[in-house]
């Protein structure tokens, strides 16, 4: 996890017109053979080796087939590249095939994948050419990789992995003969660098990520036997390590998942231990760490399937294909298959959208626009013109818009008034989830309380997992004004002055604040609006608060906001991104707690003496506060506290889904600590209509899953894949 605490607000994308091609739009669910797997991916063997060396068939060439090998696939006997690579060679500015290539090359398992045409330009967009976003396209620096929308684990730069039988050691075993973009060698002296020159550089502000803490957060050690093996060795046990790894899309500086990996013979020219013409009492790890960044730097040498030749900031960059690409498809092709790749910069938003319908943008992921749902019926429209074709996701959405309290606020009545289950039950029967599904997600979706994404293996894994996302789903999302109302009588608020709301049982005023950035989108600023109306009718007085965006943040770290409403649960990995379930940070519904959390590993003697001198928790620097402050719901949060530790360091993957499922039952027993309107609500993709090889819903394993970042979309698509059907039309 991030300590920024990513969770990818997906913009919606999707309306109540059928979409062309589409199928089941709402609350759909992929199933069946093809879909994820309870293993960790790759080709499991005894000793626990994951290697690509399976004789899995090859992907089907046709467009109807679904999901991704489970197992890699074998390395085709023929490989062969892009023609105009071939004129290069053949002008000898490049090497042989054989010679980019590494000697088992990564060959791309997508079942749906055709065979296609290499050549052509493909046009993209942003509003901002500084927007981490256009990472998200690239898979390339992952050593390992999700598959089937997150159920399964293959190779990446690492062709196999392979960990001890108490998760203690974690190795990984690279691809000879992988080369940077500039057909330099990448080795794991490239990770090195990072390690040794970055993370444990005291100059350099870049720690250890939590890919390499263990169970109990302590720091592995990470050594380079030879060129092509790289072993982590932790403490205690850590088993999420390799389901860390294989998130997000890393590389860079650090912007979309840690970096792990640098080109060393570049970068290191910028580093005072290795030029003395660098000045290390400057502050040289902000130039340094710019000049990693790929996408804006031309010079810059890459592991993504297209490399950067022009930069111009705010304006567009162009991306040409990188002819040492390390993939291949299961037909032997070199991949891109595209030759360039042209990112427009478009700073308004709505000419944005006016280009996408107009079909100057050839391929698009709506959930990395500002694409919303009154803009899919112009958009049907350009897709019936024939500019474009749709093609829908599911985005795996536990939540939509999300709304939670600050369940630990200073004030000790409002305090106590939140830790009552009834109360928090009552706020959720009184929210009129119909209504807001109808007026804010067009019937899309599923109603349900708020829970974690449907999509994880946690509610994946099999028939008792499924039942429990039910009961989680459907544990208080009925609207019942009636049961709410008692609930709320039952606890004596009552109107005591006769100004039509409740009040506290003593008579003193109470007030529920909606807080929200203020920039928030007008999804969240809707909901806020249906939450007003539905509380107050009720009788529970509601106020809308919009906060400055730069101060929303450091607000409700220290609890100085009541609740948060411009946030959304698209996650579904516990030990990765434990937040939403369980407080370890300061930035969901226990901020204090969490920070306590924090404290706890990070700075525990300063933890203890500030709880020794300080008594109230809001006191403190920064403010946190522990299980011994009794603070209402203090037991409950660290219960779940406790739980999570347990899972955190047990090796036996069944032992540590019960004990995921233990603090999933908290939830459901004891929640809501969090409300959504509703589930699984569908996005959008948008492409040219010669534009091959971009998954349609029918293709994912579990019809997609778009939000999380842990999960980058598109990246798991490999849009390297991608092809013109007429490549000769389509060159700038």
Not at 166 to 193: N, Q
Request: proline fraction near 8%.
């Amino acid at each position: 996890m991030r300590t920024t605490g990513i969770s990818r607000r997906r913009l919606l994308a999707s309306t109540a017109v059928t979409l062309a091609g589409a199928t089941a739009l709402a609350g759909c669910s992929g199933s069946g053979d093809d879909g994820g797997s309870d293993g960790q991916g790759g080709e499991q063997k005894p000793d626990g080796t994951s290697a690509q060396t399976s004789a899995s068939p090859a992907p089907s060439a046709t467009g109807s087939a679904k999901g991704s090998a489970k197992t890699p696939l074998p390395v085709p006997d023929t490989l062969t590249e892009a023609p105009s690579v071939t004129a290069a060679v053949k002008a000898g500015d490049l090497p042989e095939l054989a010679d980019r290539l590494p000697a088992d090359p990564y060959v791309v398992p997508h079942k749906w994948a055709e065979r296609g045409t290499y050549g052509g330009v493909m046009r993209m967009s942003v509003t901002d050419t500084a927007d981490v976003g256009i990472y998200e396209y690239f898979y390339g620096y992952s050593f390992l990789r999700y598959l089937n929308d997150g159920q399964d684990i293959g190779p990446g730069l690492a062709r196999a992995w392979t960990v001890n039988a108490d998760s203690t050691e974690l190795t990984f075993h690279f691809r000879k003969g992988l080369k940077w973009s500039d057909g330099e060698p990448c080795t794991t002296a490239d990770v090195m660098y990072w390690w040794n020159d970055m993370v444990r550089d005291p100059d350099h502000p870049a720690g250890p990520p939590d890919d390499v803490r263990d169970g109990k957060d302590h720091v592995a050690k990470v050594t380079a036997p030879d060129d092509y093996t790289l072993k982590l060795e932790f403490t205690n046990p850590a088993p999420a390590a390799v389901e860390r790894i294989a998130a997000w899309v890393n590389g860079a500086n650090g912007e979309n998942g840690p970096v792990w990996i640098v080109p060393r013979h570049y970068i290191k020219r910028f580093h005072p231990k290795y030029n003395p013409k660098v000045d290390a009492d400057s502050n040289w790890p902000n130039k340094h760490d710019r000049m990693l960044l790929w996408m804006q730097n031309p010079d810059c040498p890459t592991l993504a399937g297209w490399h950067v030749t022009k930069f111009d900031t705010g304006q567009s960059i162009t991306l040409n294909r990188n002819p040492f690409y390390y993939a291949v498809t299961a037909h032997g092709d070199q991949l891109p298959y595209i030759d360039t790749v042209e990112v427009v910069c478009t700073q308004d938003p709505e000419v944005q959208k006016l280009q996408f319908g107009e079909g100057k943008v050839d391929y698009v992921e709506g959930c990395l626009t500002t694409l919303t749902l009154a803009d899919v019926s112009t958009l049907k429209q350009s897709e019936q013109q024939g500019n474009i074709v749709i093609e829908t996701r599911e985005t795996g959405s536990g939540s939509a818009s999300v709304t939670f309290f600050n369940l630990e606020p200073q004030d000790k009545q409002l305090a106590e008034l939140l830790a009552e289950h009834d109360f928090r039950r009552a706020l959720s029967y009184a929210y009129n989830r119909p209504d807001a599904k109808h007026a804010i997600y067009l019937q899309q979706g599923e109603l349900t309380t708020g829970t974690l994404s449907p999509k994880g293996q946690s509610f994946q894994i099999n028939a008792e997992a499924k039942k429990l996302y039910a009961e989680w789903r459907d544990s208080y999302k009925t609207y019942d004004k009636a049961k709410a109302g008692k609930l709320l009588d039952k606890l004596g608020l009552r109107d005591s002055d006769g100004d039509g709301f409740r009040e506290f049982p003593d008579g003193h005023p109470l007030t529920i604040r909606l807080d929200r950035p203020a920039n928030a989108s007008q999804e969240h600023v809707k909901k806020c609006n249906h939450l007003k109306r539905d509380w107050e009718a009720v009788g529970l007085k509601t106020q809308l608060n919009p906060v400055p965006p730069t101060a929303f943040g450091d607000e409700w770290g220290r609890g100085a906001l009541m609740t948060f409403n411009a946030d959304e649960v698209g996650d579904n990995s516990p030990l990765v991104y434990p937040n939403w379930i369980v407080p370890v940070q300061n930035n969901y519904w226990a901020p204090l707690t969490g920070q306590g959390y924090t404290m706890r590993i990070f700075d525990p003697k300063g933890m203890r003496k500030q709880v020794a001198e300080i008594s109230d928790p809001y006191k403190r620097k920064p403010p946190f506060m522990v299980e011994s402050d009794g603070w209402p719901l203090a037991k409950t949060f660290a219960k779940l506290q406790d739980i999570f530790d347990q899972a955190r360091v047990e090796p036996d993957a069944a032992k540590r889904m019960q004990l995921i499922w233990k603090i999933i039952r908290i939830h459901v027993d004891e929640g809501p600590f969090f409300y959504g309107v509703v589930a699984n609500y569908p996005a959008i993709a948008i492409r040219h209509p010669d534009l091959h090889n971009i998954p349609a819903h029918e293709n994912l394993a579990l019809g997609g899953w778009t939000n999380p970042w842990i999960i980058p979309t598109p990246a798991v698509y490999d849009p390297e894949l991608a092809f013109w059907s007429n490549p000769d039309e389509h060159t700038g």
